[in-house]
């Protein structure tokens, strides 16, 4: 579940597979290898220290989330110091894993940056700052680089720069009560503590995920120390030696911050239950359930694939990882049925990438959006459900519409269909079934817990290892899923029933995890605690038991292995977690750059010159912004970089030009268009991951992939305009309706793309279908152009208007006011409408005093913690804009002649489908 792959590492792989169909078992390990868990392969007892230290770091993290430290009074670790072990775990087995890249380029720019860092340290460092330990730093580092890192072993420089590492980051857990003191006044030790944790995390950087976030971070730290250089409308004072060391190193503003918190709280017990889920067999499960279901259908291991790559990115943090690893299966699967390899890559890269945005994990960016749009973590995964949701079904969609195209036939079935109507009673039978589990659990857990007070947890612990026990013995009557040769050939697909019922106690963990997070409502790190834990009971005692089960005997062996597998999920998730602790701490440079500069309202000024304040200008050049900066990171980077820089662009310049949305929303906006980088050419490295599984060329396949995933870039667009995509203030009801809806228009969307839809499309239906899919997105867009929305309330008319309003409405005001800075500025505030008699009094209930001065309405106060001052309004604002909501028919009236015109396509294109089928 790591995004650490890069191009480099893996370039001589892909361009051995290219153009001879694809890698061998042994090439795909390799890749694997040098992606996600370091290609380095040094001697046994080397390699076995290295397992032994991420076993550690595994056990660590275990015992840091778990209620054990506060029971037993001892192991309590606060924020700063699980941080600072988090980041020396990291850093020390990056350089033990990943042997760095031997390019010209790349050595070229492992001794550049250290030799940058020097000239900035030594450039910003004050009078009463000594320097000549700068020049020190910066040379030991050169010359580390430059005397070689060979994969066979570990030379003692590479162990110097781990240990040197682990200790600059273990230095604030150490020094932990001296720092406190001295914060703002760092000393000589600081210094020098910080300068060699710098250069080293940017050279882990390099090794673990490719040149691209350390050339960023780079910059940024240029950035930093030449502020007075820079060009008039992004320069700024510039920073100290001493302000960067304080900022970036010593405090939790910068390396040390909110990013690197995540991803020892939270992110590494998802990255851990994922491995040891997949240690499990679970991996293997879904790809089979997923063939058995749809393997049938036409182009059915494409939709196998899709389906698969979305059960895998439940729990899955990488594009790159989910297209190696499922891809390794798929992708041949789809070229066997007459997917060309672009095709068949782009498929499975459309798919994975669509994995990041699948909650609950979103590749870790969903709990980084807990702590920067301060929601809750139900919050985030509600609202980012549905345009996820969409934006698989309608791949699914589009693999169906290019399997139409081509006349495809889907793999031959392992037994003759159900007549419909028995398929109808099994599904009824089937989600009634479920329900009434669902029913019965729910209900259940809330008897169990006053009836059994302080032990109801052991009894649900017990309820929990019948059900598991059940299901594995219901598992070892079928037989044993092992995981196929993708290369063999295929004669028949896997029963269904057999191979669903084979792993349905894989399902458990999954549903202690969702039950935790979306029913308990606990802690996204304590949930993801107690479903590694079970996971780890499911690792311990499975073998054994189906042995028994199986009547195969042998005990013990099957305990031994058990074991093992415990024991190899354990390293596993720690190994894929190298490159997402690396990631966020050096994302965390970039944003400790962005909070000291205040480059975030330069940048604002450069798209709001670029744009001319246009909304949907803006609205572009924020998500090409996006994408250019995504290039190269891995997901959580990805998510902490452009959050940082481009979401308050779009808030700023939004509020300033009346485009007020929810923060949520602007999230997953710069979200999505900075993981559509893994797909983009030319850096798109899930592109060139499928390309060199299928052979293809990685360059084609990445533009068919970043065409099929053009769903998924209009979807930021439609949720900015009508946030009940993302289900805010919308029910049950009327979520079900938006979902029926937002499906329909989306599936039209698709197959507009796609030039086809019940036939071969000509150029004025996929205009039609266009339009119709927007409509159905936007009905409002339509309606507002013939009944406006608001009406034009002179200012000094507010009071009337608040009256005349009804409570919960809300108050669009434009005001001219002043900056932070002092700058004049104009934006448009929300001011909702409260409960009250009159207008006036409801005027008081904002918080808001009125004086009218010269014919101007301006804002005498905005009462402390009122709505008026939530709305952003302030002291000597003036008043120039009051607009009131206005009578209008509802917006669903445009679905009725949107419908009718796609009567009319669906009406012509059967007939031009019949006529070819009848002349075929």
Not at 334 to 352: D, T
Not at 572 to 600: D, H
């Amino acid at each position: 579940m790591t995004d650490n792959s890069s191009q480099q590492k893996a370039s001589a792989v892909e361009q051995e597979a290219a153009g001879r169909g694809g890698l061998s078992q042994a090439e795909i390990d390799e890749l694997v290898a040098s992606s996600d868990i370091g290609g380095r392969s040094p001697s046994v007892p080397v390699a076995r220290l290295i397992t032994v230290i991420a076993i550690i770091w595994s056990l660590f993290q275990l015992w840091i989330a778990s209620p054990l430290p506060f029971m037993l009074g001892f192991g309590v670790f606060n924020d700063t110091e699980a941080r600072s072990f988090h980041l020396a775990f990291a850093l020390f087995l990056a350089f033990a894993a990943y042997p760095a890249t031997r390019t010209p380029f790349q050595i070229g720019l492992g001794v550049v940056v250290p030799a940058l860092l020097t000239f900035l340290f030594i450039f910003g460092a004050k009078e009463d700052t000594p320097v000549w330990w700068i020049p020190i730093v910066g040379l030991a580092m050169i010359g580390t680089i430059l005397l070689g890192s060979p994969k066979t072993r570990i030379p003692v420089w590479e162990w110097a720069l781990a240990i040197l590492g682990a200790c600059a980051s273990l230095y604030l857990f150490v020094f932990y009560d001296g720092i406190a003191q001295r914060v703002g006044a760092p000393i000589l030790q600081d210094f020098v503590v910080a300068a060699f944790g710098l250069m080293i995390l940017l050279e882990a950087t390099r090794r673990a995920l490719g040149p691209a976030l350390m050339i960023v971070a780079t910059v940024f730290l240029a950035y930093t120390f030449l502020g007075p250089l820079m060009p008039g409308i992004i320069a700024h004072k510039g920073n100290s030696l001493s302000e960067v060391v304080n900022h970036q190193w010593i405090t939790t503003e910068g390396v040390f911050g909110i990013a690197l918190g995540v991803s020892a709280s939270f992110v590494f017990l998802f990255v851990l239950f994922g491995s040891l889920l997949d240690k499990a067999g679970a991996g293997n499960y879904f790809i089979q359930v997923a063939f058995s279901l749809m393997g049938h259908l036409r182009g059915g291991p494409a939709k196998a694939a899709v389906v698969s790559s979305a059960m895998t990115g439940l729990i899955s943090g990488s594009s790159i990882a989910n297209v190696v690893t499922t891809g390794t299966f798929t992708i041949p699967l789809m070229k066997r049925v007459g997917f060309s390899s672009e095709k068949a890559g782009a498929v499975e890269v459309a798919s994975s990438v669509n994995g990041q945005i699948m909650p609950p994990v979103m590749g870790a960016a969903a709990f980084l959006m807990v702590e920067y749009v301060g929601i809750p973590y139900f919050d985030v995964v509600k609202h980012a459900f549905l345009p996820a949701v969409i934006s698989y079904i309608a791949l699914v969609y589009i693999v169906h519409l290019e399997a139409m195209k081509a006349n495809m036939q889907g793999l031959p079935r392992p037994q003759a269909p159900k007549p419909l109507v028995a398929w109808l009673i099994s599904l009824a039978f089937t989600v009634a079934v479920i329900c009434a589990l669902s029913f019965a659990v729910y209900y259940g857990m809330g008897w169990i817990r006053p009836a059994f007070g302080a032990s109801a947890g052991y009894v649900v612990f017990l309820l929990l290892v019948a059900a598991y026990v059940g299901l594995l013995y219901v598992a070892s009557r079928e037989k044993r899923l092992e995981m196929e040769d993708p290369n063999a050939p295929v004669t028949k697909l896997p029963l269904p029933g057999p191979t669903i019922r084979s792993g349905l106690h894989f399902l458990l963990p999954v549903v202690v995890l969702v039950w935790a997070l979306m029913v308990d409502r606990l802690s996204p790190g304590l949930s993801a605690f107690w479903a590694a834990a079970f996971m780890v009971f499911i690792l311990i005692t499975q073998r054994p038991i189906e042995a028994i089960f199986r009547n195969e005997g042998n005990i013990a062996a099957a305990a031994q292995r058990g074991f093992g597998e415990l024991l190899g999920g354990l390293e596993a998730g720690a190994r894929n977690m190298i490159g997402i602790g690396i990631a966020t701490a050096t994302a965390g440079i970039i944003v400790g750059a962005v909070s000291q500069t205040g480059v975030g309202s330069a940048l604002a000024d450069v798209v709001e010159v670029l744009s001319g304040g246009n909304i949907l200008a803006i609205l572009f050049l924020t998500a090409i912004l996006s994408l250019i900066l995504g290039m190269g990171l891995p997901t959580t980077a990805n998510y902490i970089v452009v959050s940082a820089l481009l979401a308050p662009v779009i808030v700023t310049l939004g509020q300033q030009n009346g485009l007020i949305v929810p923060l949520i929303a602007v999230h997953l906006f710069v979200f999505y268009f900075g993981i559509m980088a893994d797909v983009t050419p030319p850096v798109g490295l899930a592109s060139f991951a499928a390309a060199a599984v299928s052979g293809g060329d990685p360059i084609r396949t990445g533009l068919v992939a970043f065409f099929y995933s053009l769903r998924t870039a209009a979807l930021p667009f439609l949720f900015i305009f009508n946030t009940d995509l993302l289900l805010i203030n919308v029910d049950w009801a009327h979520g079900i309706f938006v979902f029926i809806v937002a499906t329909i228009a989306m599936l039209l969307f698709a197959a507009a793309t796609q030039g086809w839809f019940l036939a071969r499309n000509q150029v004025h239906e996929t205009i039609i279908l266009l339009l119709v899919a927007f409509t159905l997105f936007r009905p409002g867009f339509w309606m507002d152009m013939i009944v406006p929305p608001f009406e034009n309330v002179p200012p000094s008319q507010l009071a009337q208007a608040m009256g005349d309003a009804e409570a919960g409405q809300d108050l669009r005001l434009t005001i001219n006011g002043v900056n932070a800075v002092g700058d004049p500025i104009t934006f448009t505030a929300l001011l909702p409408v409260p409960e009250g008699a009159t207008g006036e009094e409801r005027v008081a209930a904002v918080g808001l005093d009125l004086i009218e001065s010269d014919g101007k309405v301006i804002i005498d106060n905005a009462a402390f913690g009122s709505p008026a001052q939530d709305a952003g309004l302030d002291w000597d604002q003036e008043i120039v804009e009051v607009f009131a909501p206005a009578e209008q028919p509802t917006k669903y009236w445009m679905y009725l002649p949107a419908l009718a015109v796609l009567a009319l396509v669906i009406f012509l294109q059967r007939g031009r489908a019949r006529r070819v089928a009848a002349t075929a």
